[in-house]
């Protein structure tokens, strides 16, 4: 991109990124006053190139400083998609305030005839006229504090509060006085293989695809689990009872978002809830740890309308430049996107899709 505008674009591997670039993206995303998700700090992509090695960026200068970072894979065919899509929950340009172009411009410079995104940010308005859906991403807001949020709790899901809490104590009892406890940010590795375990089997239950069947996603994971930084940093947290864990979350973290990511539990222990449990005990210690915000990520669950304040909102849809190659994606996306959001919008039907799902996990499971 060059001409009037006096932007230029390069596109490199996200390895080549030098330091002076990485602390550049970092200033560009404090600035532009979203919500700091470590989705869309450097280190997310740095570790998504390491196991997906079509993942690039374009660098946007302007003065010959940067002005930008945009983030994505690219396929074989000019086909491009955003950094991590299917697991990451937070996607989109960083750019200075200020600058303008156009998403045409932008895919051009990029040599991509189409970039799709499921998790777009709001805010992002390069990328939003293209946005073909908007979804509710449920937050947990504890900025004034836990006791505060427990008070949002006891008004406005009282029978979720007390039903949750008398179950962490008969957990308690059941397993011995102070047997239970918890940890916010476990480094033990077998903890982490032990949530992956429970979340494949959750996926197979439900007769989902199982996300840590792909190589890519558990090798990513277990690289997150080892990135420590201020901006995006993994955190395991497990729920114990006498030594044994019940329920564990990995998510990513910056200093003021904790992105809840992939959360799972023992079945065995089913009848206390441990991942209700779970999630209180993650709200309690992130705010201690200075954390105004929990994202639960996109997708309807009975649990997240419990436990929420609010809501953000993310987009779904592909930017496109005219031609051969953007009719043909238009073409094979198109009629899944619009099924899936038909089903999605009514409720009886979606509730009919879900059990149809769980009936095939059963199958599987023979």
Not at 61 to 66: I, V
Not at 99 to 107: G, K, M, P, Q, T
Not at 245 to 262: D, E, K, M, Q, Y
Request: hydrophobic share 35%.
């Amino acid at each position: 991109m060059s001409g009037s505008s006096g932007l230029h674009t390069r596109v490199i591997k996200p390895g080549e990124l030098g330091g002076t670039e990485c602390e550049s993206w970092r200033e560009l995303r404090a600035k532009s006053g979203a919500p700091a998700n470590p989705f869309m700090e450097p280190e997310f992509t740095l570790a998504v190139a390491a196991v997906r090695p079509r993942a690039r960026v374009a660098v946007i200068e302007e003065g010959g400083s940067p002005a930008g970072f945009f983030p994505y894979e690219k396929g074989p065919f000019g086909q491009g998609r955003a950094i991590g899509l299917g697991v990451s929950d937070c996607q989109g340009l960083v750019l200075r305030p200020g600058v303008r172009l156009s998403a045409r411009e932008l895919l051009r410079d990029c040599s991509l005839a189409t970039w799709e995104f499921d998790n777009l940010e709001a805010g992002q308005t390069v990328f939003l006229p293209d946005s073909g859906e908007e979804f509710g991403s449920p937050v947990i807001d504890i900025g004034g504090g836990f006791a505060a949020y427990e008070e949002h709790l006891r008004r406005h899901a009282p029978k979720f509060h007390r039903t949750t809490t008398a179950k962490q104590r008969k957990l308690a009892r059941q397993t011995g006085a102070g047997a239970v406890r918890f940890v916010f940010d476990e480094r033990d590795p077998a903890a982490l293989r032990t949530l992956m375990a429970w979340k494949s089997a959750q996926y197979r239950r439900t007769g989902r695809r199982d996300r840590f069947a792909q190589d890519w996603i558990s090798a990513l994971v277990r690289r997150l689990h080892g990135t420590r930084t201020p901006g995006c940093s993994g955190v395991l947290s497990v729920l114990y009872a006498a030594d044994r864990p019940v329920a564990a979350h990995f998510g990513l973290r910056s200093r003021t978002v904790l992105s809840c990511w992939f959360p799972a539990y023992d079945t065995d222990f089913a009848k206390y809830s441990p991942g209700l449990i779970l999630h209180l005990r993650m709200a309690e210690a992130a705010a201690s740890e200075g954390i105004g915000m929990l994202d639960l990520g996109r997708g309807a669950a009975e649990y997240k309308d419990s436990l929420k304040t609010g809501e953000l909102r993310v987009h779904g849809g592909s930017s496109t430049r005219p031609g051969a190659r953007a009719v043909l994606h238009r073409l094979s996306r198109e009629p899944v996107r619009r099924a899936h959001s038909y089903v999605r919008d009514r409720p009886r039907l979606a509730q009919h899709a879900k059990q149809a799902l769980k009936q095939l996990g059963r199958l599987r499971g023979r």
